[in-house]
């Protein structure tokens, strides 16, 4: 059976950038989804939002710095705002959270992963010097049916009034 999984929506012209990246670093055979920032990797399938009071106004965000995980890159996401709507999101579910989602520290988008580690090492000692930050939004929540490896969108919960 599949799992929930809950991401961060962002604006066009952030998904655009940090898309691109992914598309062009991330090895074509293992790339199964587009960019993303994960709040939840793993809830139960009959889970709903409908009981949150979710943001009416988009989340400012500010895509950071790179940062090397070992087989890839991500670039580090901050945003108090979307971490304090996570934190009431976890409050809620904290019974049914696995491990990983318990102790989720930071939020990040992957560029690159699944590939050897001295090519991992050299990409990001490349990347981290030709990086610049910038600011984005998170307009809204997507909900995806995992489908062991793929996601499938089951439903967009838009920030708007």
């Known amino acids: 059976m ?85 934190t009431q999101i976890k409050n809620q579910v904290s019974d049914v959270l696995t491990r990983q989602d318990h102790q989720l520290k930071k939020f990040h988008v992957t560029i690159q992963n699944k590939v050897p580690a001295d090519q991992a090492k050299t990409f990001f000692h490349d990347f981290k010097n030709q990086w610049t930050p910038f600011s984005g939004e998170i307009v809204g929540l997507l909900i995806h049916e995992y489908l062991d490896g793929p996601w499938r969108l089951k439903e967009e919960l838009l920030f708007e009034k």
């Open 2 to 86: 599949g799992a929930t999984i809950i991401t961060a929506k962002m604006d066009v012209q952030s998904f655009e950038k940090l898309n691109l990246l992914r598309e062009k670093y991330f090895p074509k055979d293992r790339n199964f989804l587009q960019a993303h920032i994960t709040l939840f990797h793993k809830l139960p399938e009959s889970f709903d939002l409908k009981f949150m009071t979710l943001p009416t106004t988009p989340l400012p965000i500010e895509f950071t710095q790179p940062y090397f995980m070992g087989f890839g890159t991500a670039i580090e996401a901050r945003s108090p705002e979307l971490s304090q709507l996570r």
